[in-house]
């Protein structure tokens, strides 16, 4: 199956600017999408397709894509923004059906 | 408001057999793709199964093929996973979340609180 390859940890001043990619050969076909989780609450959907933010996230929460790499920026980066976060994007080996998330990356902030 | 509540976790031993169950609310359930999401213990997020809107599109990952076994019962508003031959690496949180088309688009907003497996004897 494919892979995608996060940082295993990163960490931000307060107010400042942060970026957290996600590496994989799929991502030069499929976009990504972007997942917050805080200890012990469910996952939520932080960034979709080329740069959307469902309703309520704030707009700080940025993405993009360059190559085989996909972006997620926190611009002002918030004490409420530590969090794990994890890419995910289609499975390329899986007849464009499957998906596969990245390892996720640890932010802290500063 | 969209609800997802699983059901089903609990203690089992390895190469038993488990099902779960998410009974959904809020939304017109028949409408959307759905997805099984785990996290062992401590660890990252898995995708582990999805199935379009009316089943015709299922998928697995690689670590679960011929063992889950993924349907749903669009008249009852129930996702289902049936998981066989357990093993000690399938202890884990499972989630039931729904995707935001009929077909797999990757786009999960929406999750349940999860149901924990743990496979031990």
């Known amino acids: 199956s494919s892979e995608l390859t996060q940082d295993p940890a990163v960490s931000v001043a307060l107010g400042q600017t942060v970026r957290i990619t996600c590496q994989g050969d799929n991502l030069r076909t499929y976009y990504a999408s972007w997942y917050q989780q805080k200890p012990g609450q469910a996952p939520v959907l932080v960034i979709y397709s080329r740069n959307i933010r469902p309703s309520g996230i704030p707009d700080r929460f940025s993405g993009s894509r360059s190559g085989n790499t996909a972006s997620l920026t926190i611009t002002g980066a918030q004490a409420d923004d530590e969090a794990d976060y994890y890419c995910l994007s289609r499975d390329s080996s899986h007849n464009h059906l499957g998906w596969v998330f990245g390892g996720g990356t640890k932010l802290t902030v500063l | 408001e969209v609800q997802l509540v699983e059901s089903g976790g609990g203690l089992v031993q390895p190469g038993r057999s488990r099902r779960l169950s998410c009974a959904a609310s809020?939304?017109?359930?028949?409408?959307?793709?759905m997805h099984w999401v785990r996290q062992g213990p401590g660890k990252g997020l898995e995708w582990v199964s999805g199935i379009s809107w009316n089943g015709g599109s299922i998928d697995y990952a690689d670590s679960v093929k011929g063992r889950f076994t993924i349907s749903r019962d669009n008249a009852k508003k129930s996702l289902y996973l049936e998981m066989n031959n357990l093993r000690a690496e399938d202890t884990a949180l499972y989630y039931c979340?729904?995707?935001?088309?009929?077909?797999?688009?990757?786009?999960?907003?929406?999750w349940g609180q999860g149901t924990l497996v743990t496979v031990s004897s």
């Open positions: 809020g939304f017109i359930f028949g409408d959307y793709a």
């Open positions: 979340v729904k995707d935001e088309d009929t077909a797999m688009v990757g786009r999960f907003e929406d």
